[in-house]
């Protein structure tokens, strides 16, 4: 359910960013769009680490014992950190909008942050 939640807040950003005009009169620096970049795809790969670091071992744990307290704690932590840090990505874009970016500018973070919350659908251990 959080993670149908977030998907669908997606598309409401991009309905507020349509309804919403940037504040920011000034185009966007490209110091602060690097910037940002950089944090999207430091966001993704912590995602990425912690879907490792946390869905496979507790994945494993449940195929053995499927009723494991604690595996089944990691796999809900490891789901549902990797949909924030994925969601951030688009939070990402949508301050990038909020400072007055382009929507070629926009579009990466929204197309990337989307991805990788469909890539990391949860499956059910």
């Given at each position: 359910m959080v993670h149908g939640a977030?998907?669908?807040?997606?598309?409401?950003?991009i309905l507020v960013m349509g309804m919403v005009p940037a504040q920011n009169t000034e185009p966007l620096k490209p110091s602060m769009l690097w910037a940002l970049d950089i944090c999207a795809a430091i966001t993704l790969a912590l995602g990425q680490v912690v879907r490792s670091m946390r869905l496979r071992p507790a994945f494993?744990?449940?195929?053995?014992?499927p009723d494991d307290p604690g595996?089944?704690?990691r796999?809900?932590?490891?789901?549902?950190?990797?949909d924030v840090l994925g969601e951030a990505t688009v939070l990402y874009g949508f301050a990038v909008h909020a400072l007055g970016g382009s929507d070629r500018q926009i579009a990466p973070f929204f197309i990337a942050g989307s991805a990788a919350m469909i890539l990391w659908w949860p499956k059910k251990p």
């Open positions: 977030l998907m669908i807040s997606i598309v409401l950003y494993e744990t449940l195929r053995r014992t595996a089944l704690v796999w809900r932590q490891g789901v549902l950190i990797s």
